[in-house]
């Protein structure tokens, strides 16, 4: 299946700095799903985005699909420790199977 | 509520071993998936059961079998194991494979290491 690009691969960022990560696909998406995974755990769903232009927000984490369906962000804004892990978009495909980004790693410098 | 249960949580083998994965979900979920997740790299699909009794091939299938032995049971088989199959093993369930809203839930975890 076609797979989602997700960028940056690792962001580093200093305490109470905002971090970004995106997915993009260069076919139009049914769903996007958000998933956090922290070290040496297992993913756990944040979200799920449907509708074009989407916009939905969790306390300090802000999630987007793109008007063309085809492209979704997570923005968190004022970073804190617990925030630190691995971020993944992951799309349904028409087996309706998850197809998983490679997820974006956030860093919190000492 | 346990959720997602994995055994074991880690396990050491040696090239040509075989061993067995087990995954238990008290969710009353339909749909039952097993993952491996490499460094650096996503979550790819190995097989999954989309209600007991049937079982397909994901997307890096070969080397492993699958039994659905109920509808709260979901076994990964290595028949023999290679060194290519180090990896982190998660087992994931979900109401059913064919709704889009639906989200799916993780075990713990196996951290395999092929010697």
């Known amino acids: 299946g076609q797979q989602v690009m997700q960028i940056p691969q690792y962001q580093h960022v200093q305490e109470g700095e905002d971090f970004t990560t995106y997915c993009n696909s260069s076919?139009?998406?049914?769903?996007i799903q958000w998933y956090k995974q922290r070290p040496g755990g297992h993913p756990v769903f944040l979200i799920q985005?449907?509708?074009s232009g989407e916009v939905k927000k969790q306390k300090r984490l802000t999630f987007q699909f793109g008007e063309a369906k085809k492209n979704s962000s997570l923005h968190i804004t004022a970073t804190q420790t617990t925030d630190v892990g691995t971020y993944f978009c992951?799309?349904?495909?028409?087996?309706?199977?998850?197809?998983w980004g490679a997820g974006t790693k956030l860093i919190i410098k000492p | 509520n346990a959720g997602v249960t994995q055994t074991p949580k880690f396990q050491v083998l040696k090239t040509g071993q075989s061993m067995t994965l087990q995954c238990a979900q008290d969710m009353n979920h339909n749909s039952m998936y097993w993952y491996r997740q490499d460094p650096g790299m996503g979550l790819r699909l190995i097989y999954y059961s989309a209600s007991e009794g049937t079982t397909d091939k994901g997307e890096v299938p070969n080397g492993y079998n699958v039994s659905r032995l109920n509808k709260r049971e979901f076994s990964l088989r290595l028949e023999s194991a290679a060194p290519s199959q180090t990896s982190v093993y998660f087992c994931?369930?979900?109401?059913?494979?064919?709704?889009?809203?639906?989200?799916?839930?993780f075990g713990q975890g196996t951290r395999l290491t092929v010697v």
């Open positions: 985005l449907v509708k």
């Open positions: 992951a799309r349904k495909d028409s087996n309706y199977q998850l197809i």
């Open positions: 076919t139009t998406l049914s769903n």
């Open positions: 994931a369930s979900s109401i059913y494979v064919g709704a889009l809203n639906t989200e799916a839930f």
